[in-house]
């Protein structure tokens, strides 16, 4: 069983940045292909962005493609979302999701899911 654990998540103003951390056990993390949701207030959770077992291939959404960066650290365990110019819109509940198979978009694809840090953007 993978256990996610996700941090970074903070109250910040239009334009700025922010990186969250999600950090895993149980399992082979190098094995692992990680992805960020989030869930707007109101709204169904989303997919954000993915990222292979050995980082050799990443998929996001659109409306993050050049402000988000999804990366990680086999060494640490951890992967992380850099999150650059952000808008009101980024705001949203951040969950961390691991999966042992392809590199899916849809959430039925990921078996283990962290606890979900917050990120507000205000404008």
């Known amino acids: 069983q993978v256990q996610l654990v996700e941090s970074g998540g903070a109250l910040v103003q239009a334009g700025d940045s922010l990186r969250l951390s999600c950090t895993a056990s149980?399992?082979?993390?190098?094995?692992?292909?990680m992805a960020w949701f989030r869930r707007p207030p109101g709204k169904e959770r989303e997919f954000v962005a993915a990222?292979?077992?050995?980082?050799?291939?990443?998929f996001y959404q659109d409306s993050v493609k050049g402000r988000f960066t999804i990366s990680r650290d086999n060494a640490k365990n951890t992967a992380y979302l850099q999150m650059n110019n952000l808008k009101p819109e980024d705001t949203a509940v951040y969950y961390c999701?691991?999966?042992?198979?392809?590199?899916?978009?849809?959430?039925?694809?990921?078996?283990?899911w962290g606890q979900g840090t917050q990120v507000t953007v205000s404008s």
């Open positions: 149980g399992r082979t993390f190098s094995s692992l292909i």
């Open positions: 999701a691991a999966t042992t198979w392809g590199v899916p978009k849809d959430q039925s694809g990921y078996q283990s």
């Open positions: 990222i292979s077992n050995k980082a050799v291939t990443s």
